[in-house]
């Protein structure tokens, strides 16, 4: 059986290719369970490994796609049984594992979540990695006594897709969101995804080096690092948490002690790539629940798997807004 995949390739010159191509369904990994593709999303890890960034996949010819949700083809899994329809995110899945940009995946069983009875595999893939990063940003400023009646939460970067997803879960379940963007022409589309308050990036851009800046919020999530998260920890509430998972702005951290000792703040570092398999079934439960936001179809722009590449440029540049959703089913 042949399948259709965005393949990138090292050349020999040290440059990388991205095409779509033809493969025998062995080209993939040989593991529990074999899922036809229905949808994906695009994250910014895909467009670095599509890019050949080695920090994300250390070996080429390879398939990016760290989302994927299908119906199961093949199972050695009892109780994953052929027909069911299933979702995976993180784990290895499109870093050195290939990924959901494919009309196939062959992941272990222990990747695997069921599709909750509230989702469909389209509106899961509209969630994906970004959403369940994004809900274990919210759980952690839930498990740190952060809730509604504490104050405003921040989040920056937050015209991207954990950005978006941060602010919408967070209106969904009552708190006063302030969204933080490069992107000031995108407020209409924040306050309609549910931020109460938009402002501009600069204004979370401190240049002064004073050890603690005014307080502003009760907690943050944030997506950009560097002097932004920098400025963040400086301005948060005492006991406040601040959600740490991105670093598209740096990588480089200039803080000092003082938020720590005089205000009590928490940086509490986010990965949800190898986040266990309980907790990410628990987040599914309740992003299909009581945490599902209302405007998932407003803030998504859906294309086809076929016209990836020059979404994968687009996210590159900053220019992805909410969600870029991908299906899968080839026509």
Request: glycine fraction near 10%; charge should be negative.
């Amino acid at each position: 059986m042949n399948y259709t995949a965005f393949v990138t390739e090292e050349l020999e010159n040290g440059d990388y290719r991205s095409s779509f191509n033809e493969l025998s369904i062995e080209y993939l990994h040989t593991n529990d369970i074999l899922i036809k593709v229905l949808w994906s999303s695009l994250n910014y890890k895909d467009a670095l490994s599509a890019k050949g960034h080695k920090g994300i996949t250390r070996n080429y010819p390879h398939t990016p796609g760290v989302d994927a949700a299908g119906i199961v083809e093949k199972s050695n899994n009892p109780d994953i049984m052929v027909g069911e329809e299933v979702i995976v995110t993180g784990h290895d899945l499109g870093m050195n594992t290939n990924g959901g940009f494919a009309e196939f995946v062959s992941v272990p069983s222990n990747w695997i979540v069921k599709l909750p009875n509230k989702l469909t595999l389209r509106e899961s893939m509209i969630i994906g990695t970004a959403g369940i990063t994004a809900a274990i940003c919210v759980n952690e400023l839930i498990k740190h006594g952060i809730t509604t009646d504490k104050g405003k939460i921040l989040v920056t970067g937050a015209t991207g897709g954990v950005g978006s997803m941060s602010v919408a879960i967070l209106n969904k379940i009552g708190y006063n969101v302030i969204a933080s963007t490069g992107k000031i022409e995108e407020t209409d589309f924040l306050k309609a995804i549910g931020a109460n308050e938009v402002i501009h990036r600069d204004e979370v851009y401190d240049r002064t080096e004073k050890h603690l800046l005014p307080r502003r919020w009760a907690g943050a999530i944030d997506t950009v690092g560097g002097n932004t998260l920098s400025t963040v920890f400086r301005s948060t509430d005492y006991h406040g948490i601040v959600c740490v998972l991105g670093l598209v702005e740096s990588s480089d951290l200039n803080i000092n002690l003082f938020p720590f000792l005089q205000r009590g703040v928490s940086l509490i570092g986010i990965d949800s790539a190898e986040r266990g398999l309980e907790i990410k079934k628990e987040l599914w439960q309740k992003l299909s629940n009581e945490w599902k936001p209302d405007c998932l179809e407003y803030m998504t722009r859906e294309v086809d798997l076929l016209d990836i590449n020059p979404e994968i440029d687009n996210i590159l540049k900053g220019g992805q807004i909410g969600k870029t959703l991908i299906n899968c089913k080839i026509k």
